[in-house]
């Protein structure tokens, strides 16, 4: 069974352009949710998506968006890139939205680099 | 607000030997789980043990068991015959009810080192 796909895994942009982040779930997973990781942050919830629906958003600024597919797959978009957005990128994926079931798994991540 | 916290920045253990790991939570919410999950070197975040708040038993999950103590709001990692993989950074974290829906809430984490 395949894991938590997550593209590109490293890449390099510059202040002031965007960047788009994918993020396939686990097969049959319907809830996907995004994580920043920084040295100074520490690992930071994004927001969550199930069923095509945010359900769920962290503190983030309006330039971090997302949204999920029919299939589940989900993207990010960051907009108007600063350095501070330099970071790891992390997309979970989940079977169930109960909080007191259910494993969440990651995937790889996402190296973001802003120069 | 959930909180998470795990009092030790870094770790050494033998090879062969157990180890735990400390992480105490906070939240008001009946209904929550905790995970333990490996982050090594590579940044990719490896999930290894579930407990959910109404579960009876510690869960367990090879080497890993999770010593839940629901009075104490403690759920402490244990690795038993630890190996030099093991070395990583290692992360608490909870979700909890409400409209949490799949948020954690991460502990700053700990890295242990595993040594001959």
């Known amino acids: 069974k395949a894991g938590v796909t997550q593209t590109p895994r490293y890449l390099i942009k510059t202040r002031g352009q965007q960047v788009t982040l994918s993020c396939s779930p686990i097969s049959g997973h319907r809830s996907v949710s995004w994580y920043q990781q920084t040295p100074g942050q520490g690992l930071q919830f994004l927001f969550e998506?199930?069923?095509?629906?945010?359900?769920n958003k962290g503190n983030f600024p309006g330039r971090f968006s997302g949204r999920q597919f029919s299939n589940s797959r989900s993207e990010m978009n960051v907009s108007t890139l600063e350095l501070g957005d330099s970071a790891l990128y992390l997309c979970?994926?989940?079977?169930?939205?109960?909080?007191?079931?259910?494993?969440?798994?990651f995937g790889e991540g996402s190296r973001l680099t802003v120069l | 607000a959930q909180k998470i916290t795990q009092t030790q920045p870094g770790m050494f253990v033998q090879e062969k030997e157990a180890v735990t790991l400390d992480c105490t939570y906070d939240?008001?919410?009946?209904?929550?789980?905790l995970f333990w999950y490996k982050q090594p070197s590579s940044g990719e975040m490896i999930f290894l043990i579930y407990q959910g708040s109404y579960d009876q038993q510690n869960a367990t999950e090879g080497r890993y068991s999770l010593n839940f103590q629901k009075a104490r709001k403690s759920a402490n990692l244990v690795i038993s015959a630890s190996q030099l993989g093991d070395s990583a950074m290692y992360f608490c974290a909870m979700r909890d009810g409400g409209r949490g829906g799949n948020k954690l809430t991460f502990g700053t984490g700990t890295q242990l080192k595993v040594e001959l």
């Open positions: 998506y199930f069923s095509e629906t945010q359900r």
């Open positions: 939240t008001s919410d009946p209904s929550y789980g």
């Open positions: 979970a994926s989940s079977l169930s939205t109960n909080a007191n079931t259910g494993e969440l798994f």
